[in-house]
Nanobody
Framework: QVQLVESGGGLAQAGDSLTLSCTASGRMFSSSVMGWFRQAPGKERELVSSISWNGNMTYYLDSVKGRFAISRDNAKNTVYLQMNGLEPEDPAVYYC?????????????????WGRGTQVAVSS
């Protein structure tokens, strides 16, 4: 059973940076696509970024391109989301997710397991 635990959220000022981390239990992490989603109040959950099992392929939502960077450390079973230049539209609960069926191939989902999320708030 894979479990995902996010950390690193909090309150930041507009323009500041935050780094989110997500640590997974189990052995599937290193062969799976990982994703970061976010959901703001009253809005649909959206895929912000994802990364292939080996880090060679990534996806970014248009609105975060050039500001956010996803990375992973398979030795630590951890995926990161570096968020720079935080903007007023970035506040949300950020969720980590894993695509267990990706098995060392690129995939845009669907994602099978989710963390509980970490809150990101931005003050202007």
């Amino acid at each position: 059973q894979v479990q995902l635990v996010e950390s690193g959220g909090g309150l930041a000022q507009a323009g500041d940076s935050l780094t989110l981390s997500c640590t997974a239990s189990g052995r599937m992490f290193s062969s799976s696509v990982m994703g970061w989603f976010r959901q703001a109040p009253g809005k649909e959950r959206e895929l912000v970024s994802s990364i292939s099992w080996n880090g060679n392929m990534t996806y970014y939502l248009d609105s975060v391109k050039g500001r956010f960077a996803i990375s992973r450390d398979n030795a630590k079973n951890t995926v990161y989301l570096q968020m720079n230049g935080l903007e007023p539209e970035d506040p949300a609960v950020y969720y980590c997710a894993i695509d267990l069926t990706s098995k060392e191939s690129w995939s845009m989902g669907p994602f099978d397991r989710w963390g509980r999320g970490t809150q990101v708030a931005v003050s202007s």
